[in-house]
């Protein structure tokens, strides 16, 4: 398709179980971002893949949170031992190269109960 | 990391007025970016910004880049009911961080 997808649009799971996300950025483009967004409030930066360099991890909230992605193709954001706080909508972005403006995913919805 | 303050935090306005919006730092930004996001969708980029002073029009959007390049500005001219959504500025994160800084955004609802 023409533009970053993501799935599932929506995840309902139980506190404590892990979940996996996943993005599959614009093709073409090198460059990956996940980030988050809580009810109300701006986006809140993840981490970072750029080709084959080491992501940028500087954004990761806490040790349960880990992505990884293959080349510069599909990305999978994984949350394990879900918390409620981590209910969000956790989006994806992708762009040509670094420091270029960023197309974003319709997001996934994290519904922790 | 940097932070965005937006203002205002939400805007009450009726169908044709023309709708002003801005977006301030603490520390200086290279780049100013301006999102628009509808419900259930993700941020879509309406104009970027790269150079102090610069001012970019896309249709009735106008941006500018402040010359402090700690702040910027979006305008929207004669708006109609499909601007209604809630723009983002952004920028880079800093701090080494490769990723945008968003602000709270602001809340633009129309009525006709």
């Known amino acids: 398709g023409a533009g970053v997808s993501q799935s599932p649009s929506n995840k309902v799971t139980e506190k404590g179980k892990d979940v996996e996300l996943r993005c599959d950025p614009i093709s073409g483009h090198t460059a990956l971002y996940w980030y988050r967004q809580r009810l109300g409030q701006g986006l809140e930066f993840l981490i970072y893949?750029?080709?084959?360099?080491?992501?940028?991890k500087s954004g990761l909230p806490s040790d349960r949170f880990s992505a990884e992605r293959t080349g510069e193709s599909v990305s999978t954001l994984t949350i394990q031992r879900t918390q409620q706080e981590d209910s969000a909508v956790y989006l994806c972005a992708s762009s040509l190269w670094t420091g270029l403006p960023q197309y974003f995913g319709p997001g996934t919805r994290l519904t922790v109960l | 990391g940097q932070q965005l303050n937006q203002s205002p935090q939400s805007m009450f306005i009726q169908e044709g007025e023309d709708v002003s919006m801005n977006c301030t730092s603490s520390?200086?930004?290279?780049?100013w970016l301006w999102y628009k996001q509808d419900p259930g969708e993700g941020p879509v980029l309406l104009i970027a910004l790269y150079k102090a002073g610069e001012l970019t029009s896309n249709g009735r959007l106008t941006a500018q880049f402040g010359i402090t390049r700690k702040d910027s500005f979006l305008n929207i001219s004669a708006s109609i009911p499909s601007d209604v959504g809630i723009y983002f500025c952004a920028g880079p994160a800093g701090g080494g961080a490769d990723g945008l800084t968003f602000g709270k955004g602001t809340h633009l609802i129309i009525q006709p």
């Open positions: 893949f750029q080709g084959n360099s080491a992501p940028d």
């Open positions: 520390s200086i930004f290279n780049t």
